[in-house]
């Protein structure tokens, strides 16, 4: 039986990373009617959190459990067989592992299917065409702004594609309270990027300005917001750490590096500078002063050609000067920071769709873009990496081979973060 929006939603989210497993947490809650937790997995994998970085997320008091693709479909598959399938499941996961997950949920033929939603975590500046494509066959894509809901639909109309599914929503993690000065504190928090910018150079260069700038401004608290501690991955590859490099300086007493939930840092910022991290939307929705860095150029490699029109790009010149950039509120408005309506009123049309699509007596086939038909040649390869077989038996781990398994994971990680740059960089030379 179909589930009706007055009855309870059981809701499952899928993520590949701290970051995404916080937006799909959030998002679940906002868009539908569950009044349970929902019940959250996590992909093993590269990026794979740890239980640090999932807890200082602070969306969920429980710990989502680590699945690799095949065990998430044989979960979905079991719970259904209990009749305890689950209603909605989010996706929150880059392009390729939601066409893979379609795949896998369409070759499960379950009686009923639940109402499958994915989205982006933030700024949508890179691989918007292709990361599109492979998210199309979800019942509901939510853009987190009107610029990207307009850009979506345009690409799926532009290939043939339905652009039913695209709704216009908001980043679920945007809130808090206001800005509100208080006398005697002046803070300038550095929201960083973990390959944003990417060099060693260009990340010593930001490094080092925000230390002088700190040393020129003594009266100033200058903090440096890292995403993880060395060892930990997140969405994206961290070569350089701020962290190591910092040890070639001598920062003063007033600078300082900090961790830990976004949203607490920014109950404390006065001036908030990024290159392009989407912590520059949040501390914008409150109202917090906001400078997108110009000094490295405005370039799409960068993201920060993202915010041309904000009225916030700036460079540490003008910083060190004291001088903050003025937003334009037309800008925000389109971005979905700033708006005349309530902000819990931006999930309206995504709950209704989430809605009459459970009231239907059957939802239809999962129809996606990219097909043996129309990619036969990129399909199968996207496909093959994830090796979503859930007709394989799953095997029994005693706790030595999870031992093994956890030690194999973390030397698989100190080779990606720490060996495999040094062997690029002798590669170079």
Known sequence: MPASSSEAVRVAVLADSDTRWKWGALTARRITT???????????????????????????????????????????????????????????????????VLQGLADLALDRRPVIVTGYVGVVYEKLTDGLLLRHGADVVLANSRHDAER?????????????????????????????????????????????????????????????????????????????????HTTHLEEFPFQKLVRDLDPPAN???????????????????TVSSTAALEALHRRIPTAILTDLGVREALGNHHFVGSGLLASFDRLDMRDAPAPDETWLARQGVASDSPYEAAFDAARERVAELLALPALPPISPYYTAETAPGYLPGILARHRLDVTAPEPRESGLRRVVREAARGAYRHGVQRVAPVIRRLGEL
């Open 34 to 100: 569950a009044s349970a937790e929902p019940t959250g997995f996590v992909l093993r994998g590269r990026a794979t959190p740890t239980a640090r970085q999932l807890a200082e997320t602070g969306v969920s008091t429980a710990t989502p459990r680590e699945v690799t693709g095949a065990e998430f479909l044989r979960a979905i598959r079991d719970a259904e067989a209990r009749g305890e399938g689950y209603d909605v499941l989010v996706l929150a996961l880059v392009g390729g592992t939601v066409r893979a």
């Open 152 to 232: 979506f639909r345009a690409v799926y109309e532009g290939v043939g594609a339905g652009a039913g599914s695209v709704v216009e929503a908001a980043l679920p993690f945007l809130g808090g309270a206001p800005h509100a000065p208080e006398a005697g504190r002046d803070t300038l928090v550095f929201a960083a990027q973990p390959s944003v910018p990417a060099s060693r150079a260009e990340r010593a260069y930001v490094l080092r300005r925000l230390v002088d700038h700190a040393r020129l401004h003594p009266d100033r608290e200058v903090l440096l917001k890292l995403r993880s501690k060395p060892g930990e």
């Open 255 to 273: 600078f300082r590096l900090v961790y830990g939930h976004m949203g607490e840092v920014l109950d404390r910022t006065d001036l908030l500078v």
